[in-house]
């Protein structure tokens, strides 16, 4: 919300509509940095050329807060001196004929000053060369009066990881005096360091439970006796609330006084703070989009089940909406049981197992009707604080597939079994709404072969998302590569019902909607089915599309959003977001050429083998535990028609 205005000068107010724009900034003495650089730290910014949020408004408060921002960017870089001032009647000048003020920042930078020499009191031998690496500074950087501190605190970091958690670090400093005409001064910089003991741990302590003390102790990495060390204690923490029993795990260490520790050692006490979850839990939920339809959701879990540390999760799923005919009815329906029953401390690896019926009453395709049941046995390992290897062998032993309304033709039943590997690295700062870090995905799938069953694919897909804080937005990215092909008897001889390159429908990839490609219908780009044979139709320039999509071998999608915040109404939870995508599927990778790679190349609107491009902008309402999210894309080549799309889900697109 904006703040109360109280302008130096003639102008006075408190609402809105009394607050002034702001016309223009000066800014004078700034020699070492562009006047470019220093408005664009600022809150108080001049007229943009597109200005789609309104003029902006003179804030004294906000411009008090750009003094003291652009005084601390001159100290990072070496001005320990610098005066950044405005504020007076001479600075910020009204002129009541636009109701707009002019700015006026004035700076004198100073003398800059370096780093001379950094050293260690007392010399720490080996130990020493390891901890310059963690101070962030070198002789000749320019030097930050705050510098000093935070890498003061990041050698205390290293000691503590080393298991010295008595350590104590200080900083002195001299300053190498110039002549008052010269530009530059010069310091050199002190390390004090006290090692103190290296810690052991003596006991463990465990407060704000209800569980078995032996389901907690089994996360741990840490045995009493052996040394602390700061890595354990994370490793251990990050056990504790994977574990899922737990809404959040804090720590803290105790001396032990008269523990009897060795000389140069001591025993410290570990203490586990902890603030449990429910261990039982029902869900219930309803939701409307535009990809699903109405949704109905519910579910039961229990976090230990049989007070053994075991997960018991049930969950079902149904989606109802109109088909092509316009006939309203269960379009979609899941019904899945998961069951953690093993855990691997040691390895930092846990088992489960899952059973799940899928029921697909309607495709893209309308030709099939399938039905998947499946057991899924998945590995999961953590290899740091974030990034998890997962291993997964799935058997999809029954597809049923009605093509015809005819009873005499037998419905094909198959079986597929796959060995999937994924290396998730999530560096997210909220799982929700980020504003910085981001995801890589990277999964690849094989099917058949030694494995048995009936078809034979490889599957590689690999998803990175970036967030970049911009401003008071974010600017969020996605790019997506994918690929599946057969091999073997799949490739040579493709099942009944099967399009001929071997890959069922349900493998393939579709792109367009509101994950993907937004502007144009759900699974709509990309080859298209002739509804006669279930194969590939050809482009055929002038002609009607067939109805259906085919779905893809190879899939690239890439998404740039710039998410803002809207201040409409007091509401703090609604953002804006203006989005990019571009995207689509084919039957092979040299499909994608230069003349179909660009939006403005247009071609013929039948030629489906094209990178689409939709762009467009929407809204998004945040909640604690999702984001509702609403689009409008607007499609830069046109399949069926050229009109806008609106896109209804949850959860941002990406």
């Known amino acids: 919300m904006l703040l109360a205005f109280v302008a130096a000068g003639p102008v006075r107010g408190d609402t809105e509509e009394a607050l002034p724009y702001v016309a223009h900034i000066d800014i004078e003495g700034n020699e070492s940095f562009s006047d470019?650089?220093?408005?664009?730290?600022?809150?108080?910014?001049?007229?943009?050329?597109?200005?789609?949020?309104?003029?902006?408004?003179?804030?004294?408060?906000?411009?008090?807060?750009?003094?003291?921002?652009?005084a601390a960017h001159y100290h990072r870089h070496g001005f320990y001196d610098v005066r950044v001032y405005s504020l007076g009647e001479e600075d910020?000048?009204?002129?009541?004929?636009?109701?707009?003020?002019?700015?006026?920042?004035?700076?004198?930078?100073?003398?800059?000053?370096?780093?001379?020499?950094?050293?260690?009191?007392?010399?720490?031998?080996?130990?020493?060369?390891?901890?310059?690496?963690?101070?962030?500074?070198?002789?000749?950087?320019?030097?930050?009066?705050?510098?000093?501190?935070?890498?003061?605190?990041?050698?205390?970091?290293?000691?503590?990881?080393?298991?010295?958690?008595?350590?104590?670090?200080?900083?002195?400093s001299r300053v190498r005096e110039t002549p008052a005409h010269a530009a530059t001064d010069s310091l050199d910089l002190v390390f004090q360091v006290q090692l103190g003991p290296a810690a052991r741990l003596g006991a463990v302590v465990l407060r704000?439970?209800?569980?078995?003390?032996?389901?907690?102790?089994?996360?741990?990495?840490?045995?009493?006796?052996?040394?602390?060390?700061?890595?354990?204690?994370?490793?251990?923490?990050?056990?504790?609330?994977?574990s899922g029993y737990f809404r959040s795990v804090d720590y803290r260490l105790e001396p032990m006084p008269g523990a009897g520790a060795p000389p140069g050692e001591e025993y410290l006490r570990l203490v586990w703070l902890f603030r449990e979850r429910r261990m039982r839990a029902f869900e219930m939920g309803v939701g409307v989009g535009t990809v699903d339809g109405l949704r109905l959701l519910g579910g039961w879990s229990h976090r230990n089940l049989l007070d053994r540390g075991q997960r018991l999760a049930l969950e079902g799923?149904?989606?109802?909406?109109?088909?092509?005919?316009?006939?309203?009815?269960?379009?979609y329906e899941r019904e899945a049981l998961e069951w953690r029953f093993l855990h691997v401390v040691r390895l930092r690896a846990h088992l489960s197992l899952t059973l799940f019926r899928e029921k697909d009453y309607e495709q893209e395709t309308r030709l099939t009707s399938l039905e998947t049941r499946a057991i899924r046995l998945s590995a999961a390992r953590r290899l740091s604080r974030s990034t998890v290897l997962k291993v997964r062998e799935q058997f999809d032993f029954l597809y049923q597939r009605t093509l015809s309304a005819d009873a005499a033709i037998p419905e094909p039943k198959y079986l597929t079994r796959s060995l999937t590997f994924i290396?998730?690295?999530?560096?997210?700062?909220?799982?929700?709404?980020?504003?910085?870090?981001?995801?890589?995905?990277l999964?690849?799938?094989?099917?058949?072969?030694?494995?048995?069953?009936?078809?034979?694919?490889?599957?590689l897909q690999c998803n990175l998302t970036h967030h970049h804080r911009s401003g008071e937005g974010v600017l969020a990215s996605r790019i997506f590569v994918g690929f599946v092909g057969a091999y073997g008897a799949s490739a040579v001889d493709p099942k009944p019902g099967v399009p001929d390159d071997g890959v069922p429908f349900e493998e393939r990839f579709y792109c367009g909607g509101a994950a993907s490609v937004r502007g144009y219908d759900e699974n709509s780009l990309g080859p298209r089915l002739d509804p006669e044979s279930g194969q590939q139709a050809?482009?055929?320039?002038?002609?009607t599309l067939p109805p259906y999509a085919l779905g893809g071998r190879a899939m690239l999608v890439g998404n740039l959003e710039y998410r803002f915040p809207l201040r409409v109404f007091g509401a703090r939870n609604l953002r804006g977001v203006f989005f990019v995508d571009g995207g689509g599927t084919w039957l092979d990778w040299r499909d994608i050429s230069g003349e179909r790679a660009f939006p403005w190349q247009h071609g013929d609107r039948t030629d489906t083998r094209r990178v689409f491009y939709g762009v467009g902008a929407g809204l998004r309402y945040l909640?604690?535990?999702?984001?509702?999210?609403?689009?409008?894309?607007?499609?830069?080549?046109?399949l069926a028609d050229s009109r806008g799309r609106w896109h209804l889900s949850l959860g941002h697109a990406f």
């Open 92 to 172: 910020v000048v009204y002129d009541a004929a636009s109701h707009s003020v002019s700015i006026r920042v004035r700076v004198e930078e100073g003398k800059r000053r370096f780093l001379r020499s950094i050293g260690f009191e007392p010399p720490l031998g080996e130990m020493e060369r390891r901890l310059r690496r963690r101070l962030g500074l070198a002789p000749g950087d320019p030097f930050d009066p705050e510098s000093p501190g935070q890498a003061a605190y990041r050698v205390l970091r290293a000691l503590q990881e080393e298991g010295r958690f008595s350590a104590q670090v200080g900083h002195r």
């Open 443 to 459: 999964s690849y799938e094989w099917a058949g072969g030694l494995q048995g069953g009936d078809h034979d694919f490889h599957r």
């Open 317 to 331: 799923k149904l989606s109802l909406r109109n088909d092509r005919d316009g006939n309203f009815g269960l379009q």
């Open 623 to 638: 909640t604690p535990l999702t984001v509702i999210r609403v689009d409008y894309g607007v499609p830069l080549q046109a």
């Open 36 to 70: 470019g650089d220093l408005k664009a730290l600022m809150r108080t910014r001049e007229p943009r050329l597109f200005q789609f949020l309104g003029r902006p408004r003179y804030l004294r408060d906000w411009l008090r807060s750009d003094l003291a921002t652009l």
């Open 423 to 441: 290396l998730d690295r999530d560096t997210r700062d909220h799982y929700f709404h980020p504003a910085r870090g981001g995801q890589g995905l």
């Open 538 to 543: 050809p482009d055929l320039p002038g002609q």
């Open 208 to 242: 704000g439970h209800g569980l078995r003390e032996e389901l907690i102790h089994r996360e741990l990495v840490l045995r009493a006796g052996e040394p602390l060390r700061l890595a354990a204690i994370r490793e251990s923490q990050q056990n504790l609330l994977d």
